[in-house]
């Protein structure tokens, strides 16, 4: 296992989060040496500046976090975050065609998103706690054929986030040709270890600090 501060993506994703917050949000994790900082996009420039001369990376969200505006809307979303420095993007899977078992388009949709990252991590949130366990096999199927590099449980903005369950039936699917991220209810060090040791190689959190410092968070996310 490596140290645990590498796996987390510290995250800042809330409606109300102002530029003083991403710029405090990037200091922290400069401190603490987390792997990344996840933003809404409107702050990809602000915080890879915030984040110069360090190795800290910076994801990005798209269509987020719903998953149901157009794939060009997406496509233009990823194209401007990576301009404006975005490392990794974090696209939410179009969760109502899933259910309307149009697999094309759900497929088409992240392969759009794919092409624009040929040489950046893409991860694909699956939002799980809308899915049935047949739903998240084939959402995951759908993803890795599709070249996203992550898949991941969730927004943190649905009814529930990750579970051990979850990662269980994500592996199920092709355990080790592709990256999990557990995002979604994630506030205490021991939560973070259980993830971690049943394989998964991120976490999205904006309670890094409380796991780290073994404690516990309040935060949803």
């Known amino acids: 296992m490596e140290p645990l501060n590498t796996y987390i993506d510290h995250t800042l994703l809330k409606p109300t989060a102002t530029k003083k917050d991403i710029i405090n949000l990037c200091e922290e994790a400069k401190q603490y040496k987390f792997f990344s900082v996840c933003v809404n996009s409107c702050y990809v420039g602000l915080a890879k500046k915030a984040l110069k001369d360090s190795d800290v990376k910076v994801c990005t969200v798209v269509g987020f976090p719903l998953g149901a505006m157009s794939t060009e809307a997406k496509v233009a979303e990823t194209t401007k975050a990576i301009k404006d420095g975005a490392d990794e993007i974090d696209m939410v899977i179009n969760i109502g065609l899933l259910k309307s078992k149009d697999f094309d388009a759900v497929w088409k949709d992240i392969e759009a998103v794919k092409l624009e990252l040929p040489n950046n991590t893409l991860k694909v949130i699956l939002e799980t706690c809308y899915l ?6 084939k959402a995951s199927e759908l993803a890795i054929h599709s070249g996203a590099d992550f898949i991941k449980t969730s927004t943190g903005f649905g009814t529930g986030g990750a579970t051990l369950n979850d990662i269980n039936i994500m592996q199920s699917v092709c355990k080790g040709c592709v990256k999990i991220k557990a995002s979604g209810g994630i506030r205490d060090q021991k939560t973070a270890l259980e993830f971690i040791n049943l394989g998964v190689n991120r976490l ?5 600090i409380a796991i780290i410092n073994g404690e516990e968070s309040i935060s949803n996310y």
């Open 132 to 137: 049935s366990e047949v739903e998240i096999i």
């Open 204 to 208: 999205g959190t904006s309670s890094g």
